[in-house]
T-cell receptor, first 115, second 112 residues
Framework: AQSVTQPDIHITVSEGASLELRCNYSYGATPYLFWYVQSPGQGLQLLLK??????LVQGIKGFEAEFKRSQSSFNLRKPSVHWSDAAEYFC?????????????FGAGTRLAVHP | DADVTQTPRNRITKTGKRIMLECSQT?????MYWYRQDPGLGLRLIYYSFDVKDINKGEISDGYSVSRQAQAKFSLSLESAIPNQTALYFCATSRSGAAGYTFGSGTRLTVV
């Protein structure tokens, strides 16, 4: 069965520090992979996605993610975190028979940013 | 106006009551979804619809039903609400699986 694991429930970083949020997936074929961000009281916003081609993908707000098939990972990175990046981040994989018709989400990683 | 609008934003209801959560989208997409978010569990799929004649159960459909009234409208009903249905509910729409989803702002439902 398809699944997504985000090993870190909470992460705290200092403003200006680099960030890496981990995501591991289980899927039987090449997956479609996504990162979403949820600010307090808001819905989810798409940060970036991968489904083929270059394994390093760029997203909005200065985020990037790298697909590593050998590790079944799609980690999210940002070189310098801003206080406004404090939010909850969700990794998701497109899966199910018949095509990539619905997304399976990880449990999320809550990011806190210290000034 | 938002691309995906959910009403109400917040709702408190009593155990045993029937409640409907509504969702409308202006993206013109055929695919619509209802997810439930609980702390530590992420988002779990309740129902999804690929067009007005297509309704599919997700992983946690028990206790819920849906109606796809039009391409733009997809409603979620709790036939007899129970306290463990207290959660944040999200509606989403997509053009295709590869395009990603556009989410509404969510409905926070409390069942007392």
């Amino acid at each position: 069965a398809q699944s997504v694991t985000q090993p870190d429930i909470h992460i705290t970083v200092s403003e200006g520090a680099s960030l890496e949020l981990r995501c591991n997936y289980s899927y039987g074929a090449t997956p479609y992979l996504f990162w979403y961000v949820q600010s307090p009281g808001q819905g989810l916003q798409l940060l970036l996605k991968y489904f083929s081609g270059d394994t390093l993908v760029q997203g909005i707000k200065g985020f990037e993610a790298e697909f590593k098939r050998s590790q079944s990972s799609f980690n999210l990175r940002k070189p310098s975190v801003h206080w406004s990046d404090a939010a909850e981040y969700f990794c998701a994989v497109g899966g199910a028979s018949g095509g990539y018709n619905k997304l399976i989400f990880g449990a999320g990683t809550r990011l806190a940013v210290h000034p | 106006d938002a691309d995906v609008t959910q009403t109400p934003r917040n709702r408190i209801t009593k155990t045993g009551k029937r409640i409907m959560l509504e969702c409308s989208q202006t993206k013109g997409h055929d695919r619509m979804y209802w997810y439930r978010q609980d702390p530590g569990l992420g988002l779990r799929l309740i129902y999804y619809s690929f067009d007005v004649k297509d309704i599919n159960k997700g992983e946690i459909s028990d206790g819920y039903s849906v109606s796809r009234q039009a391409q733009a409208k997809f409603s979620l009903s709790l036939e007899s609400a129970i306290p463990n249905q207290t959660a944040l509910y999200f509606c989403a729409t997509s053009r295709s699986g590869a395009a990603g989803y556009t989410f509404g702002s969510g409905t926070r439902l409390t069942v007392v």
